[in-house]
Each structure stands twice: as structure tokens, then as C-alpha cells.
């Protein structure tokens, strides 16, 4: 099972991957990978062993099930190599959520914290370990074979693409923040002012056509996922601020004509609750058949078997951690998320999310400055160029408000900027799906 479900993912990260070359030791393969799990997936623990590091390609990478650290990672014979570390059962390990699936600790959104994620004990959560294992078998492959294995291009040509995606769960709130503070401080005046400019003018956060715009300066398009749901969750947290109605259904619309792409942004409790996740995405009529879930929520035990039972997407991109850009499943590649109560993968993609706006500056994250942004997410995007992976950035319409200077207009345009010089492919989510 475990064999099955990484090799088609590495056969996924590759071009032209010759078949029935790797097995266990003893399965007679050209290539032969030391079974070491032992018996850890017969068990519920969610942590496996301290890692073994070791020096590969230029980094320093944990290895997990590697009990034989005196051994060489790789022992080259004449059209035969044997891998030393179970690189299997790691890279099962992590692509799976084993992690999230069998830890019991929740944030107060039900989320799996990064808090208590085995990326942030060792201290790799911007490298993506899993792609590194891939190497390992890459170069394995490439001495039996004697021919090289390139990565995956996109587009035909490009050596990595960018997902960009919009999170659209405000349209009419940006008069809130400054109105409650006039009134807070007394300033009845200049309350006043933010009320009738709320009642007469359009919001600022009311911009998706800017942010549209702003894309398409880079000659790019993007997703859009919009939030069918006006009240409240049932732990209250809010959902949209908007109605979808006729105007703006009529504006989605005509992003649409513009190569825009509108996917469901699953209100509060749809990540457990499939007659209602069926019903938003009625209710919506996106033209495509993306999804992301509002606040990040992603039940392990019942999310990916709720969206694989609906038939009713094609991908998924709520998989990265708020708390922190970088790798949740240690991957920088979609990959098909792993159904435990089937013991095989999900018919859906799974288009992880590397960086969020909030992540960057929020009080309870990172709270990065500025100037500080673009040194920090560079290497986790030179990670993602080396390996021909995606760069799914998150940057909601309400930063896009001009008023916002740290994590706004300014600092989405360095990031465009910078995936744009390095030859990004950007593509939206349907595409990703039409091109694996």
C-alpha cells in the first residue's frame, strides 16, 4: 500500500518514469529499499523516531525510518542500487497526514496545529523533504537506467508554475475597523464620515475587479473562492459579509470571460458536514471545480473521504499550515490525499497552499515586517523551482487595500514580481488538474 501510493506520486514528479524498477529488499528490483518501519503503521502513534539527518544534494534532510546511519544512503552495484533508508515509508509518512490523522491536538478552529506538527519540532517546515526522498530514488533510477529523469514542466516549457488565489470572504467590511476606532476615541465626527461613506460609496474591499487587474498585469489569472454563506458558524466565527446576488453574480461572471476561474470557499463546518458542502457549491455554479475551506479547516479523519464521496471537485488547496508558510506535507507537487479508510488515494487533487497574507504579519503568526517578507519566502520558492513544483500563494481581496502596508498591494507585487522573473507558468486550478 505504502509502495503503491509514493510511486505514483514520484512517477507523477518526473517525466517518462520507467516502471517496476523499485521495491523492498528481497523484492528482486534493480532498485531495492531498506524496510525499516518495522511495525509503525500497524499502530496509531503519530510520530515516528527521531530522524536520522544526512547530507543530500546540497542540504541537510531528515530521514525518517533510517535506523542505519553508519550505513551510505545509497550502495551502487552494477545495474542495481539499494537504498540504506526506508525513503518509502518516509515520504508515506509525511504526503499522507499520518500525523494529523492519528494526533488528537485541535485548534480552537478544529484545525491541526503547527504547534504540534513534526515540521516545526525538527525544524523543516519550508523544505520539502518529500521531494528530496524523490531525488533519492531519482538518482538511483538514473544509475540503473543510465538515462536521466527530468522534472515536469508546466506549460509546456515553464520549470515551475504559481497558483495565484483570492479568498474572498469580505466585501463590504473595510469601514469597520476605522469607524469602531473613531467611536471608540470619541471622534464622533469622523465616525460619522465612515458611516455615510460606507452607505454611499463602493467599500474598498469591494475590488475584485482591481484585483483582477493587478494580475493580469503579470500576464497571469488566478481563483477566485467565493463564500456562499452569510451567517455565522455554529463556534461563531463569521463567514461571508456578502450576498450573492444577481450584480455579483453577474461580475464573477465576467472575470470568468476574462480567464479567471471561481472556485467554493466552503463556509464553517462544511469540511464535516457533506450535505452542506454539496449544497454551497449549488448554490455557487462556479465554472470550475476548485475548493478550498473557509479558515483553513480540514478535518484529517473525515475531510478528504467527505470531498471524494460529493464527485463534486476536481482539485483541493486548504492544505498548508496559518501559522507558518511552507511545506504541510512536506511536498512542493499536488498530490492525491490519502483516504485511510479506503487505504488508497483520493480521486481528487490536492494543490497545497505555501503561503497566506495573514501567515506573514497576523499577531498570533509570524509578524513579519515588510522588509522581511521576500528574504523569508525566497527559499522556500527556490525549493519549489528545483523540484518543477507549484507556488500556491494566498492573498486575500481585502489586501489589496492600498491602506494596508504590510501585507498589501506593495508586498503581493514583489512576490508576482519575483515568480514572474523566474519563469513561473501561472496557471489556475483547473489547469494544474489538466496538465497531471
Not at 529523469?149 to 476605522?178: E, G, M, V, Y
Not at 472575470?255 to 450535505?275: C, N, P, R
Not at 528574504?375 to 494566498?394: D, N, S
Request: charged fraction near 20%; hydrophobic fraction near 40%; aromatic fraction near 14%.
Amino acid at each position: 500500500m505504502r509502495l503503491a501510493y509514493v510511486l505514483r506520486h514520484f512517477q507523477l514528479a518526473y517525466v517518462d518514469v520507467p516502471s517496476e524498477l523499485i521495491g523492498y529488499v528481497g523484492s528482486q528490483r534493480p532498485i531495492e529499499v531498506a524496510d525499516l518501519a518495522d511495525d509503525f503503521f500497524q499502530g496509531q502513534s503519530p510520530y515516528p523516531a527521531a530522524p536520522n539527518y544526512r547530507e543530500w544534494s546540497g542540504q541537510r534532510v531528515p530521514f525518517f525510518f533510517d535506523s542505519r546511519p553508519e550505513s551510505p544512503l545509497l550502495d551502487r552495484y552494477p545495474g542495481r542500487v539499494v537504498i540504506n533508508a526506508d525513503v518509502i515509508s518516509a515520504a508515506f509518512y509525511l504526503l499522507s497526514g499520518w500525523q494529523e490523522y492519528f494526533a488528537d491536538m485541535r485548534d480552537r478552529h478544529g484545525r491541526f496545529p503547527y504547534a504540534a506538527s513534526i515540521q516545526k519540532s525538527y525544524d523543516f517546515v519550508a523544505l520539502p523533504v518529500v521531494n528530496y526522498y524523490f531525488d533519492v530514488l531519482k538518482t538511483a533510477m538514473e544509475h540503473v537506467t543510465g538515462q536521466p529523469l527530468q522534472p515536469r514542466r508546466w506549460d509546456c516549457t515553464a520549470p515551475f508554475a504559481a497558483f495565484i488565489t483570492h479568498d474572498i470572504d469580505n466585501l463590504r467590511s473595510a469601514w469597520k475597523a476605522p469607524a469602531k476606532a473613531a467611536l471608540k476615541q470619541g471622534r464622533l465626527w469622523h465616525f460619522g464620515q465612515q458611516l455615510w461613506q460606507h452607505l454611499t460609496r463602493p467599500d474598498a474591499w469591494d475590488n475584485l475587479e482591481t484585483v483582477a487587474d493587478t494580475v493580469a498585469e503579470y500576464g497571469a489569472a488566478s481563483t477566485f473562492f467565493m463564500l456562499p454563506e452569510l451567517r455565522k458558524g455554529a463556534n461563531g466565527t463569521p463567514n461571508a459579509d456578502y450576498a450573492l446576488n444577481t450584480a455579483l453574480r453577474q461580475r464573477l461572471h465576467q472575470l470568468q470571460q476574462q480567464g479567471f476561474e471561481i472556485g467554493l470557499h466552503g463556509s464553517i463546518g462544511t469540511a464535516k458536514e457533506a450535505v452542506r458542502l454539496n449544497q454551497e457549491k449549488a448554490t455557487l455554479k462556479p465554472d470550475g471545480d476548485g475548493l478550498r475551506f473557509h479558515y483553513l479547516c480540514w478535518e484529517p479523519r473525515t475531510t478528504p473521504a467527505l470531498v471524494e464521496a460529493s464527485g463534486s471537485f476536481a482539485y483541493d488547496s486548504t492544505l498548508g499550515f496559518a501559522e507558518h508558510f511552507g511545506f504541510r506535507n512536506s511536498y512542493c507537487l499536488p498530490f492525491f490525499p490519502f483516504n485511510f479508510s479506503t487505504g488508497t488515494a483520493c480521486s481528487f487533487l490536492e494543490i497545497p497552499l505555501n503561503v497566506m497574507d495573514a501567515t506573514l504579519h497576523h499577531p498570533n503568526y509570524l509578524q513579519l515586517q515588510p522588509e522581511e517578507i521576500m528574504p523569508a519566502l525566497r527559499p522556500m520558492f527556490e525549493e519549489i523551482e528545483r523540484f518543477g513544483g507549484v507556488a500556491t500563494v494566498l492573498w486575500h481581496n481585502d489586501h489589496f487595500d492600498p491602506a494596508n502596508r504590510v501585507t498589501g498591494p506593495r508586498q503581493f507585487a514583489e512576490i508576482m514580481g519575483y515568480l514572474q522573473q523566474r519563469g513561473a507558468a501561472f496557471l489556475t486550478g483547473s489547469r494544474i488538474v489538466a496538465e497531471l
